[in-house]
């Protein structure tokens, strides 16, 4: 099973678009957000620098997703199969990898904040926010994976920009919710994005997150699980 | 003129091979692979209908067919990558999941793409390692021909170089029964040949060997045994010799010449006629007889006789105008 997670962690890291898309673009689009305009607003710095983090760990975390409709295209789940290996412990390896793969996002976007933006934060805080902002991906792996177990490698490509780019802006993790209509800003507030950003925030501003917040992650938590489950059992026939 | 070549039945010469070899795993006395009636229905295709067959430990066998014979189903049932809709498959006496899962089953699947992103050395460590007595991976290497591939990465390399890797990866576990699904597709003659001496050697240290092809030299060459499968079931079973004669030992042929080849069927020894323009092919196993019996009436011009093939053989045994052989 650790083996696994490692060909697999491994596998991601060399894929370049997985690099450049999860790890390089959210670092870039934090800097440019925050630097643009010279304003030298330190609450926008340390709030954008949350929602990026989020936004990149949410691509990184949907990727999983691709990478097993690749593996469905390639033959290599079936290859699985007829190792001893049980599907149980593929679909937990998997899931696990994603959970591995969010992390370089996380880090390098707050890197950046701490390094280049000089966002100034206590050592828990750091820590709580990597932390939490790790945790709260999860939904979001399985989000991915349900995808990719249904869809064919393409679809699942589009399938998982479109959940990216959609919840990441409804979400308020690229602009502030401040710019929304207040229709727009109530419908932000369910969105697992809007409150997997919020677990950030909240540490960032030294308190702990609402019960709002973990109450709506639980409900999605819950939901993509069940549609992960619902689709590899679907895929179980076909693979 | 009347010309006859020889009528004996071509020899094929004796072939190292471990027919007795014990059974690796103590799974007592039950075959390695056991079809029972298994059937197998894609919509409206029935692509194994309704297949009897056994593999005993320690034997090497080919699966033989066209494209579309029913193959590559019939091994993904006894992977357990499929279920029967009816009958049984079993693999040393159990479920076949089970035999996967005690990591008794190695197998190369056909269609499969390289893994991308992995190295050759990465992933042949990987599976070998989720096996209980796996082969030392440079050994698993060497027998598959990719030692000095180990580094590359395998969505880089050539695709009869991800064969060989595929084929690394089907031997790396060291299980008792190996299933190779057209093997050797992509392989040039030289790379088949080392292919097919490491498979021999697989197989002399007492491994069942599956395999399937659509090429009549490989599985006459380097199979104990041929299973002939052909619209989802088998149509005949034995050693490339026997499917000869069975059927049809020898082929006369003879130019027409203006006579009327409706009768030819009732000469003896005639089990199949085939007229192609002038030339009428008459497959028999009985060469002398029948030759009496043409000459008797005068049908001798250019007349021909020739061992028949395992091709003509196989053709014979898959035409589809013959419902039963």
């Given at each position: 099973?650790?083996?696994y997670?490692r060909?697999?962690?491994r596998?991601?890291?060399?894929?370049t678009?997985?690099?450049?898309g999860g790890v390089a673009?959210?670092?870039?689009?934090?800097?440019l957000?925050?630097n643009?305009g010279?304003?030298?607003?330190?609450?926008w710095?340390?709030?954008?620098m949350v929602?990026?983090?989020?936004?990149?760990?949410?691509?990184?975390?949907l990727?999983?997703?691709?990478?097993?409709a690749?593996?469905?295209?390639?033959?290599?789940l079936?290859?699985?199969?007829?190792t001893?290996m049980?599907s149980r412990?593929?679909?937990?390896?998997?899931a696990?990898?994603?959970?591995?793969?969010v992390?370089p996002?996380?880090?390098s976007?707050?890197?950046?904040?701490?390094?280049v933006?000089?966002v100034r934060?206590?050592?828990?805080q750091?820590?709580?926010t990597a932390l939490?902002?790790w945790l709260g991906s999860?939904?979001?792996?399985l989000?991915g994976?349900g995808?990719?177990?249904?869809?064919?490698?393409?679809?699942?490509g589009?399938?998982?920009?479109?959940?990216?780019?959609?919840?990441?802006v409804?979400?308020g993790l690229?602009?502030?919710?401040?710019?929304?209509?207040?229709?727009l800003?109530?419908?932000s507030?369910?969105?697992?994005?809007?409150?997997f950003?919020?677990l950030?925030?909240?540490v960032?501003?030294?308190?702990?997150?609402?019960l709002?917040?973990?109450a709506?992650?639980?409900?999605?938590l819950?939901?993509?699980g069940?549609y992960?489950?619902?689709?590899?059992?679907?895929?179980a026939r076909?693979? | 003129?009347?010309r006859?070549?020889g009528?004996?039945?071509r020899?094929?010469?004796?072939r190292?091979r471990?027919?007795?070899?014990?059974?690796?795993?103590?799974?007592g006395?039950?075959?390695?692979v056991?079809?029972?009636g298994?059937?197998?229905?894609?919509?409206?295709?029935r692509?194994?209908?309704?297949?009897?067959?056994?593999?005993g430990?320690?034997?090497?066998?080919?699966?033989?067919?066209r494209?579309?014979?029913?193959?590559s189903?019939?091994?993904?049932?006894?992977l357990g990558l499929?279920e029967?809709d009816?009958g049984?498959?079993e693999?040393?006496?159990?479920?076949?999941?089970?035999?996967?899962?005690?990591g008794r089953?190695g197998?190369?699947?056909?269609d499969?793409?390289?893994v991308p992103?992995?190295?050759v050395?990465e992933?042949?460590s990987?599976?070998?390692g989720?096996?209980?007595a796996?082969?030392?991976?440079?050994?698993?290497?060497?027998?598959?021909?990719?030692?000095e591939l180990?580094?590359?990465?395998?969505?880089?390399l050539?695709?009869g170089q991800?064969q060989r890797?595929?084929?690394a990866?089907?031997?790396?576990?060291?299980?008792?029964?190996?299933?190779?699904?057209?093997p050797?597709a992509?392989l040039?003659?030289?790379?088949?040949?080392?292919?097919?001496?490491?498979?021999r050697?697989?197989?002399?240290s007492?491994?069942?060997?599956l395999?399937?092809?659509?090429?009549l030299?490989e599985?006459d060459?380097?199979?104990?045994?041929i299973?002939v499968?052909d619209r989802?079931?088998?149509?005949?079973?034995?050693t490339?010799?026997?499917l000869?004669?069975s059927?049809?030992?020898?082929?006369?042929s003879?130019?027409l010449?203006g006579l009327?080849?409706e009768?030819?069927?009732l000469?003896?020894?005639?089990v199949?006629?085939e007229?192609r323009g002038?030339?009428?092919?008459l497959r028999?196993d009985d060469?002398d007889?029948?030759?009496?019996?043409?000459?008797?009436?005068?049908?001798?011009?250019?007349l021909?006789v020739?061992?028949a093939?395992?091709?003509?053989a196989?053709m014979?045994?898959?035409?589809h105008?013959?419902?039963?052989?």
């Amino acid at each position: 099973m650790f083996d696994y997670l490692r060909l697999e962690v491994r596998r991601t890291l060399r894929d370049t678009g997985f690099v450049i898309g999860g790890v390089a673009m959210p670092v870039m689009m934090y800097l440019l957000f925050t630097n643009l305009g010279g304003g030298d607003d330190g609450a926008w710095r340390t709030a954008s620098m949350v929602g990026m983090a989020a936004y990149g760990a949410v691509g990184s975390a949907l990727n999983t997703g691709g990478g097993v409709a690749e593996d469905k295209v390639t033959g290599w789940l079936r290859q699985l199969r007829v190792t001893p290996m049980t599907s149980r412990q593929v679909v937990l390896g998997r899931a696990l990898t994603g959970s591995v793969t969010v992390l370089p996002a996380i880090v390098s976007v707050l890197v950046a904040g701490g390094l280049v933006n000089g966002v100034r934060l206590d050592a828990w805080q750091w820590a709580a926010t990597a932390l939490l902002l790790w945790l709260g991906s999860l939904p979001f792996t399985l989000l991915g994976l349900g995808n990719g177990y249904r869809m064919t490698a393409q679809t699942t490509g589009i399938a998982n920009m479109v959940c990216n780019l959609g919840l990441a802006v409804v979400g308020g993790l690229w602009f502030p919710l401040a710019l929304f209509p207040g229709w727009l800003r109530s419908v932000s507030a369910y969105t697992p994005t809007n409150r997997f950003a919020e677990l950030g925030v909240s540490v960032t501003e030294g308190r702990a997150p609402g019960l709002g917040a973990v109450a709506v992650l639980t409900a999605w938590l819950l939901a993509f699980g069940s549609y992960a489950v619902i689709s590899y059992r679907r895929s179980a026939r076909i693979v | 003129m009347t010309r006859t070549t020889g009528t004996t039945a071509r020899t094929t010469a004796g072939r190292p091979r471990a027919t007795s070899a014990p059974p690796v795993t103590g799974t007592g006395t039950a075959p390695a692979v056991r079809f029972r009636g298994a059937v197998k229905t894609f919509g409206d295709v029935r692509a194994v209908a309704g297949l009897d067959l056994e593999v005993g430990c320690g034997e090497t066998v080919a699966l033989l067919g066209r494209n579309g014979a029913g193959k590559s189903t019939a091994i993904s049932l006894l992977l357990g990558l499929d279920e029967p809709d009816e009958g049984s498959v079993e693999l040393f006496g159990g479920r076949p999941e089970e035999s996967v899962r005690a990591g008794r089953v190695g197998a190369m699947l056909q269609d499969a793409r390289p893994v991308p992103r992995v190295t050759v050395q990465e992933l042949v460590s990987f599976v070998a390692g989720r096996y209980p007595a796996p082969l030392p991976v440079a050994e698993a290497l060497r027998l598959a021909g990719v030692a000095e591939l180990a580094g590359r990465r395998v969505d880089r390399l050539s695709g009869g170089q991800a064969q060989r890797v595929r084929f690394a990866v089907a031997l790396a576990g060291n299980p008792a029964l190996i299933v190779l699904d057209e093997p050797t597709a992509a392989l040039d003659v030289e790379a088949r040949h080392a292919f097919w001496e490491s498979m021999r050697d697989r197989a002399r240290s007492g491994r069942t060997v599956l395999f399937s092809t659509h090429y009549l030299e490989e599985a006459d060459a380097h199979a104990d045994r041929i299973v002939v499968v052909d619209r989802g079931r088998v149509v005949a079973n034995g050693t490339g010799e026997e499917l000869r004669r069975s059927a049809g030992g020898n082929l006369v042929s003879f130019d027409l010449a203006g006579l009327a080849a409706e009768s030819l069927g009732l000469l003896p020894g005639v089990v199949a006629v085939e007229v192609r323009g002038e030339r009428a092919r008459l497959r028999t196993d009985d060469s002398d007889a029948t030759v009496v019996a043409l000459a008797e009436r005068g049908a001798i011009r250019a007349l021909e006789v020739v061992p028949a093939s395992l091709d003509d053989a196989f053709m014979a045994l898959t035409s589809h105008d013959r419902e039963t052989v």
